[in-house]
């Protein structure tokens, strides 16, 4: 055995680190530096109501990218989320109003974000549809189901509902935020300490090896799935509580967005690679811009064309990270 070979794991170890390191400290600057630049633009940006809002509108994208960052680490990515948020919004606001109590509706959320994401990855895991396919297929679905379940909107009328989506802790930080954090928290420590986080880091790294290895893949795939349509479905219901009401169009045509953020935050389109850390400051940093652009009065059509500008170059990114430009 190679006495060299402690020291040779250590440095590898410390140069993974180093790295990891590297691109949420880029990040970082990213954020800084447009924080810096919106804060000389508006005198209104660094004032603790503003900043209370930023928190406020990125917690539900942070609560949709902390599920799909599960699944894009594996490989597979869900953009039926926002549709699946759309109906369990819906239902969970007819069921209030016809006089369920909030702990009910709550119960409710769960169980609708589990079906739609148990139907995704029954279809992904069991059917082998490709993941980009099967959500295609099932936003469209969920989509032309939450028209049908009401093609109109419906208010949320319960003062607690209300109050989870608008409501401020101290009068200063918001309830919804809160429920964020705490969900980053739990995807943040099955990844990081458990065996499934691991199996998912693995199955996404090389799937093939990951068999080999003894891990069942389709049931790793199968929980990933499966969270990323409760975090979705819990996303959906804190917008319409958030805004007083559940429309069936809610999230239409903002599917790239929560993808955006995820792979600005480091997560490889080829799976096996990033961290929840990554994809809250990617969070931040689409928020930070987006509210810097609303203070400074731009069209809502030009803020547009500035999202799926960050999407290009967050996948660019992506592309340069993995080496795949220096393969060709």
């Known amino acids: 055995m190679d006495r060299n070979m402690p020291a040779q794991i250590t440095k590898v170890k410390f140069l993974r680190k180093v790295l990891d390191l590297g691109n949420n400290l880029s990040l970082v600057i990213a954020l ?5 630049v919106w804060a000389f633009r508006s005198p209104y940006f660094l004032t603790v109501q503003n900043l209370m809002n930023v ?10 990218a902390s599920g799909l960052t599960v ?14 948020g759309a109906v369990t919004g819906l239902l969970c606001a007819l069921a209030s109003i016809a006089g369920a109590p909030w702990w009910a509706v709550l119960l409710l959320v769960i169980g609708m974000g589990l ?14 549809i490709a993941p980009i396919i099967t959500t295609l297929g099932t936003m469209q679905i969920f989509r032309g189901i939450a028209w049908l379940i009401k093609d109109a909107t419906v208010m949320v009328k319960d003062p607690i509902l209300l109050n989870l989506g608008r409501g401020r ?31 998912v880091y693995m199955v996404g790294g090389n799937e093939r090896a990951s068999y080999l290895s003894g891990i069942n893949a389709n049931s790793v795939k199968f929980i990933a799935f499966t969270i990323s349509g409760l975090t979705g479905g819990i996303a959906g219901f804190l917008l319409a509580c958030q805004v007083g009401a559940a429309l069936p169009q809610s999230g239409a045509g903002a599917e790239m967005l929560t993808i955006s953020a995820v792979i600005l935050g480091g997560i490889s389109l080829s799976g096996g690679k990033g961290k929840i850390s990554g994809t809250i400051l990617g969070i931040l940093i689409l928020q930070t811009i987006n509210n810097g652009l609303t203070l400074q009065s731009v069209n809502a059509y030009f803020q547009m064309v500035v999202s799926g500008a960050v999407l290009l170059i967050a996948v660019m990114i992506d592309v340069v990270r993995s080496g795949a430009l220096k393969k060709q």
């Open 32 to 36: 800084v530096l447009l924080s810096i």
């Open 55 to 64: 928190l406020m509108f990125a917690s539900i994208l942070a609560v949709r």
């Open 71 to 84: 699944s894009m680490i594996l490989g597979g990515m869900d953009i039926s989320q926002n549709a699946v």
């Open 115 to 128: 079906l739609m994401g148990v139907i995704n990855a029954t279809l992904v895991s069991i059917f082998k």
């Open 169 to 199: 802790m101290f009068g200063v930080i918001p309830y919804i935020t809160i429920i964020a954090i705490v969900i980053l928290a739990i995807i943040y420590y099955l990844l990081k300490y458990t065996s499934f986080g691991r199996k």
